[in-house]
């Protein structure tokens, strides 16, 4: 039941209905067989091992807030993150971790095939799994309360708009607002709506449109070259931001409809000024993660310049693994964290609050072209992929003119494509752009009912119209 379905539609409208009629104390229950329904659609054995996860975290939560032994507290928390890792390591790294064992003696003379598993990658497996980390180290922290109500804490392990993809919740922010029994906010459920609509705009009109291009380049980089590589990735560069921010919008929004706020995951990052504050608007919940149990715990930027490299590109290493089991993953992570400790060393501490003008346009298109180049790696299905990207860039950009022409013709991105692209990424960029400075939602639904109308209804129009004959099956964050 993917989102970008009209099943996921009819889905959250029945659970919608029965939800604000129900009384307050059945609530909990019916989005807790909602979840569980929702993960049964996909496949009904992943609803097992987060029952499991669930289960162990729970139990795990309450004997440490009940235990006053340091030790014995510190043992349980390392024992659920091993079984943790434990799990994730068998259904994500196994085969990534045999393959590479395997290469590895072989390079050495002895020929060696590797063990691999007919092993599926259960649903949302990398987010909640983090989500049970996180809640086990803030009760270990004394940050936040164990939970000793399995049903709240199960809703808060499964709830299903935020379960597959994110994004990754604090039991400190969700928690109470599951036990809360929120009363029905028309601006908040018309918000969410609203929401949800921009972030199926961005995945089916922009995402969906754009990987009809780049997904014959990303099968086989091979049969192109020159500005066809070049356009692709750009193009991947919007698609995956479209996508997951689409379908983190779709989530957000789904969760307004029950009163719920998740955390915002995405803030406009190709406006970005630096690598860092690029990572402090991609992925937020990810992010943040990142820092508070991994960057800060190795010791941050606490104990010089040299740990704090250290630390630094652990932490974006550990990124790099977590969306992917490949060393292209990885090399990603590792870049991105080399790009922010040279930040460190030119950039000025404080935001320079004169570069509004050119050099804040420079700064933007610069972090944007990073980030588009580092997704090549993100994207590849190898090294030799990703190196083929590298080194056929430039192919014919002698001749400029037959450059781009050659590579439009050969991407097959036609007259026809442009027209209908420029409109949807000319709003993309002016949506982001204001909604540095405001909640643009908000403020299109503060204007005059006529003037509202009309966009509600010239946007609905044009998403009519710019649907893609043929869309993608699913999100791309679905594979993490």
Same mark, same amino acid.
């Given at each position: 039941?993917?989102?970008?379905?009209?099943?996921?539609?009819?889905?959250?409208?029945? @659970?919608?209905?029965?939800?604000?009629?129900?009384?307050?104390?059945?609530?909990?229950?019916?989005?807790?067989?909602?979840?569980?329904?929702?993960?049964?659609?996909?496949?009904?054995?992943?609803?097992?091992?987060?029952?499991?996860?669930?289960?162990?975290?729970?139990? =795990?939560?309450?004997?440490?807030?009940?235990?006053?032994?340091?030790?014995? !507290?510190?043992?349980?928390?390392?024992?659920? $993150?091993? @079984?943790?890792?434990?799990?994730?390591?068998?259904? *994500?790294?196994?085969?990534?971790?045999?393959?590479?064992?395997?290469?590895?003696?072989?390079?050495?003379?002895? /020929?060696?095939?590797?063990?691999?598993?007919? #092993?599926?990658?259960?649903? +949302? #497996?990398?987010?909640?799994? &983090?989500?049970?980390?996180?809640?086990?180290?803030?009760?270990?922290?004394?940050?936040?309360?164990?939970?000793?109500?399995?049903?709240?804490?199960?809703?808060?392990?499964?709830?299903?708009?935020?379960?597959?993809?994110?994004?990754?919740?604090?039991?400190?922010?969700?928690?109470? %607002?599951?036990?809360?029994?929120?009363?029905?906010?028309? *601006?908040?459920?018309?918000?969410?709506?609203?929401?949800?609509?921009?972030?199926?705009?961005?995945?089916?009109?922009?995402?969906?449109? $754009?990987? %009809?291009?780049?997904?014959?380049?990303?099968?086989?980089?091979?049969?192109?070259?020159?500005?066809?590589?070049?356009?692709?990735?750009?193009?991947?560069?919007?698609?995956?931001?479209?996508?997951?921010? +689409?379908?983190?919008? @779709?989530?957000?929004?789904?969760?307004?409809?029950?009163?719920?706020?998740?955390?915002?995951? &995405?803030?406009?990052?190709?406006?970005?000024?630096?690598?860092?504050?690029?990572?402090?608007?991609?992925?937020?919940?990810?992010?943040?993660?990142?820092?508070?149990? $991994?960057?800060?715990?190795?010791?941050?930027?606490? /104990?010089?310049?040299?740990?704090?490299?250290?630390?630094?590109? =652990?932490?974006?290493?550990?990124?790099?693994?977590?969306?992917?089991?490949?060393?292209?993953?990885?090399?990603?992570?590792?870049?991105?964290?080399?790009?922010?400790?040279?930040?460190?060393?030119?950039?000025?501490?404080? /935001?320079?609050?004169?570069? !509004?003008? +050119?050099?804040?346009?420079? !700064? @933007?298109?610069?972090?944007?072209?990073?980030?588009?180049?580092?997704?090549?790696?993100?994207?590849?299905?190898?090294?030799?992929?990703?190196?083929?990207?590298?080194?056929?860039?430039?192919?014919?950009?002698?001749?400029?003119?037959?450059?781009?022409?050659?590579?439009?013709?050969?991407?097959?991105?036609?007259? %026809?494509?442009?027209? &209908?692209?420029?409109?949807?990424?000319?709003?993309?960029?002016? &949506?982001?752009?204001?909604?540095?400075?405001?909640?643009? #939602?908000?403020? #299109?639904?503060?204007?005059?009912?006529?003037?509202?109308?009309? $966009?509600?209804?010239?946007?609905?129009?044009?998403?009519?119209?710019?649907?893609?004959?043929?869309?993608?099956?699913?999100?791309?964050?679905?594979?993490?």
């Amino acid at each position: 039941m993917i989102f970008n379905s009209i099943y996921y539609l009819l889905f959250v409208l029945v @659970v919608f209905c029965i939800y604000w009629k129900i009384p307050h104390r059945l609530r909990c229950g019916l989005i807790l067989i909602s979840n569980y329904v929702y993960l049964a659609s996909w496949d009904l054995r992943y609803s097992v091992l987060l029952s499991f996860v669930t289960i162990v975290s729970f139990g =795990i939560g309450i004997y440490i807030e009940k235990t006053t032994e340091k030790r014995y !507290r510190k043992s349980a928390v390392i024992f659920f $993150i091993c @079984v943790s890792i434990a799990i994730l390591f068998f259904f *994500k790294y196994f085969n990534f971790t045999s393959r590479t064992i395997a290469y590895l003696i072989s390079s050495s003379g002895r /020929k060696t095939e590797p063990l691999i598993l007919d #092993i599926t990658l259960p649903i +949302g #497996i990398s987010f909640y799994t &983090f989500q049970a980390i996180g809640y086990v180290l803030d009760v270990f922290r004394e940050t936040t309360s164990a939970e000793h109500n399995l049903g709240y804490y199960a809703v808060f392990m499964s709830f299903f708009p935020q379960l597959t993809s994110g994004p990754i919740a604090r039991a400190g922010d969700l928690l109470p %607002q599951i036990k809360s029994y929120p009363e029905f906010d028309y *601006k908040k459920a018309t918000y969410g709506l609203k929401q949800m609509a921009w972030g199926y705009f961005k995945k089916i009109v922009i995402a969906d449109t $754009i990987s %009809q291009f780049t997904g014959k380049v990303l099968n086989d980089p091979s049969r192109f070259h020159g500005f066809a590589l070049l356009l692709a990735a750009f193009q991947y560069s919007i698609q995956i931001y479209c996508d997951f921010s +689409g379908y983190s919008d @779709v989530a957000c929004g789904t969760a307004k409809l029950f009163g719920i706020e998740l955390t915002v995951n &995405f803030r406009s990052p190709y406006y970005s000024q630096s690598i860092r504050e690029f990572w402090n608007r991609w992925h937020i919940s990810l992010s943040t993660w990142l820092r508070d149990y $991994i960057y800060i715990p190795l010791g941050g930027n606490r /104990k010089g310049n040299v740990r704090r490299n250290i630390n630094l590109l =652990i932490t974006f290493l550990i990124s790099g693994l977590w969306h992917g089991a490949s060393w292209t993953y990885v090399l990603w992570g590792l870049v991105h964290g080399l790009a922010q400790i040279v930040e460190n060393y030119i950039l000025p501490k404080k /935001k320079d609050k004169s570069s !509004r003008g +050119g050099l804040w346009f420079l !700064r @933007v298109v610069f972090v944007f072209f990073f980030c588009t180049l580092t997704w090549v790696l993100f994207s590849a299905h190898s090294f030799n992929d990703a190196l083929y990207f590298f080194t056929h860039l430039a192919d014919g950009i002698s001749s400029p003119v037959t450059y781009l022409h050659d590579g439009f013709t050969d991407l097959g991105f036609g007259k %026809q494509a442009f027209a &209908f692209m420029l409109p949807s990424m000319l709003l993309l960029m002016l &949506f982001d752009y204001f909604n540095t400075k405001e909640d643009v #939602i908000n403020r #299109i639904s503060g204007m005059r009912t006529s003037v509202r109308w009309i $966009i509600y209804i010239s946007f609905i129009l044009w998403m009519l119209i710019s649907v893609p004959v043929r869309t993608s099956s699913e999100f791309i964050y679905f594979q993490f």
